[in-house]
């Protein structure tokens, strides 16, 4: 069933009948146990460290599934990686090989070892950061923008600019499926379960296929205006979209109902990423600020400043650090070249 985006998610804990406010702006009766010491952990930590990985923009931010690496992939058609040591990103290789911008990427699930990078010269590539080689190079019809590694590891999943999604054996390397859309396709992702396939899209619809038969399951209205992006939590509780319409909603996994939105940006939400035990959700736009929130209650818990629209974001799989990526420029030399800085949120703050 269409939720109506006007009346999203039911009346919020302890509040019922008629008139009772909308959970997004309940009046809670004081900040969580969690919110507190997260709060008290961030004023010792609140430290951000920028560190050189391209030379433009830099559009994507992911964690290998271990946290030991992070990758970014750029408008200057590479990759990069690098190591996590104690407060520090540590550069360790430049993945080139790419004809356009590297748009997207992401992880294998499981093996620490593999990301899989999307780009717009109509490929995506297959690296292993043991030999710092392109282990697959997959030819695909348009210009890729997303990506994803299927939970259980054996399906790439790649969507292009003419909203076809391609469903890539992540063993042979062989198309095993393909998807022409009739809507504006923004980002996908599989639920937890690896047996339902999601889309957002343009109309501000959720769209749910059955996996592996891609038979439509549901469409769900969730957003008045364009659906830009998905995310689900580690515990599988929840997912999270992002639109246009500056808000945030979180969504129940099992009853697909809305349970609350989130209201503190401005400006059309670009990206989401849940915390590693799935208590905090990280959002962010052209807002000079990610906004952080509890999960639960959708509180503030605390925002990351910011001098510039933020691209991507990403949370370590096992510790409160928030990797991100924004539109920066280089203004010591020349105020419109871009820096192409990956930063760290979450560092202590005399480190």
């Known amino acids: 069933m269409a939720v109506p985006a006007t009346s999203m998610g039911p009346p919020a804990l302890g509040q019922s009948g008629p008139g009772s406010m909308a959970p997004w ?22 430290k951000t460290r920028e560190f050189p990985a391209h030379s433009a923009k830099v559009h994507s931010v992911a964690w290998s599934c271990d946290g030991r690496r992070l990758a970014s992939g750029s408008f200057d058609k590479t990759a990069s990686v ?18 356009d911008s590297v748009d997207q990427l992401c992880w294998h699930p499981s093996n620490p070892d593999l990301f899989v990078t999307a780009s717009g010269d109509k490929t995506i590539r297959i690296w292993d950061v043991r030999t710092t080689k392109c282990i697959a190079t997959v030819n695909t019809k348009g210009e890729n923008i997303n990506i994803c590694w299927s939970p259980d590891g054996q399906t790439i999943a790649v969507g292009n600019k003419d909203d076809v999604v391609t469903f890539i054996d992540a063993k042979t390397h062989r198309s095993k499926a393909e ?20 889309l957002t899209n343009g109309n ?10 891609l038979k439509p399951v549901q469409s769900i209205n969730a957003h008045p205006s364009n659906c830009i992006c998905i995310k689900f939590d580690p515990m ?30 401005d400006w059309p939400v670009r990206t989401l990423s849940f915390s590693h035990d799935g208590k905090m959700l990280a959002s962010a736009s ?36 928030l990797a991100f990526a924004c539109d920066d420029k280089d203004g010591k030399y020349d105020s419109s070249r871009e820096a192409g800085t990956v930063k760290l949120f979450g560092l202590p703050n005399d480190s």
């Open 236 to 265: 599988g509780k929840y997912f999270a979209t992002g639109s246009a319409d500056a808000l945030v909603s979180l969504w129940d996994v099992d009853e697909l109902v809305c349970v609350r939105c989130f209201s503190r940006l």
């Open 82 to 99: 690098f190591l996590l040591e104690k407060d520090r990103l540590v550069k360790e290789n430049n993945y080139r090989g790419h004809g």
């Open 179 to 198: 998807e022409q859309f009739k809507f504006e396709v923004n980002e996908i992702s599989w639920n937890n379960d690896n047996n339902m396939f999601f």
């Open 204 to 213: 501000g619809c959720i769209n749910i296929l059955s996996y592996p038969e």
């Open 286 to 321: 052209e807002d000079h600020f990610i906004d952080i929130a509890e999960v639960e209650t959708g509180d503030k818990l605390w925002e990351v400043q910011c001098e510039s629209p933020t691209f991507t974001v990403a949370w370590h799989p096992k510790r409160p650090l």
């Open 25 to 46: 702006c309940s009046v809670s009766s004081g900040p969580s146990r969690y919110v507190l010491g997260m709060q008290e952990l961030f004023r010792g930590h609140s």
